[in-house]
């Protein structure tokens, strides 16, 4: 099985240049997260761990440490599939563009990392992992699982991300609204 690590060297080729150390580590999540609600099995064995500032995997964390950009990473993409490498590719399609502070924004909405820090405050450390079955479970139910995501989606992730949390609380609380009424709402 491939590795985090292999992961990351991937996504930074394909990016062909300079990221920040958080766009990374949200790009390898949604990575994750799609494959799992896709193909129903993980790209790597890391765990991903639920921060402060969105989904985290610690040995990736542990490698760039000090570090706020990276241009390459020790990791061999080859040991991907071509499976895991389409998967990647259309991750880094939808979610390419943005900068790490809106794919943060964007996970802090999404229940995976919610559960995970369920309980903890908003500057909490926590050690809390995202589970596969969280990933496949919200993201297999957004649609992704059809491996196209309509314009609707995307539109409605923009306007999600620049809401402010408060606007999105005098709306509906998230613990009485099913995946399938955020999504309607999102599409609509």
């Known amino acids: ?5 292999d992961a990351a060297a991937y996504v930074l080729e394909r990016l062909r240049g300079p990221t920040s150390t958080m766009k990374l580590h949200k790009l390898v999540y949604y990575a994750q997260a799609w494959a799992l609600a896709w193909d129903d099995a993980p790209i790597f064995r890391e765990a991903i761990e639920a921060w402060v500032d ?4 610690r040995e990736l964390f542990e490698h760039h440490r000090g570090y706020r950009e990276v241009r390459a990473w020790e990791g061999d993409p080859s040991r991907l599939t071509e499976r895991q490498r389409v998967i990647i590719d259309e991750v880094l399609r939808f979610y ?5 502070d809106w794919l943060s924004a964007l996970s802090h909405r999404e229940r995976p990392w919610i559960e995970a820090r369920q309980g903890a405050g908003p500057l909490d450390r926590t050690r809390e992992v995202i589970t596969h079955e969280a990933m496949r479970r919200y993201y297999g139910a ?6 196209e995501l ?11 991300v620049d809401m402010a949390p408060d606007e999105i609380d005098d709306m509906f609380e998230p613990a009485d609204v099913a995946v399938e009424d955020e999504l309607a ?4």
Do not use: I, T
């Open 1 to 5: 099985m491939a590795s985090a690590h």
């Open 150 to 160: 309509p314009d609707a989606y995307a539109r409605g992730l923009d306007l999600l």
């Open 142 to 147: 957004a649609g992704f699982a059809r491996a």
């Open 96 to 100: 390419g563009s943005r900068d790490g």
């Open 54 to 57: 969105g989904p985290v995997v």
């Open 185 to 188: 709402w999102l599409q609509g």
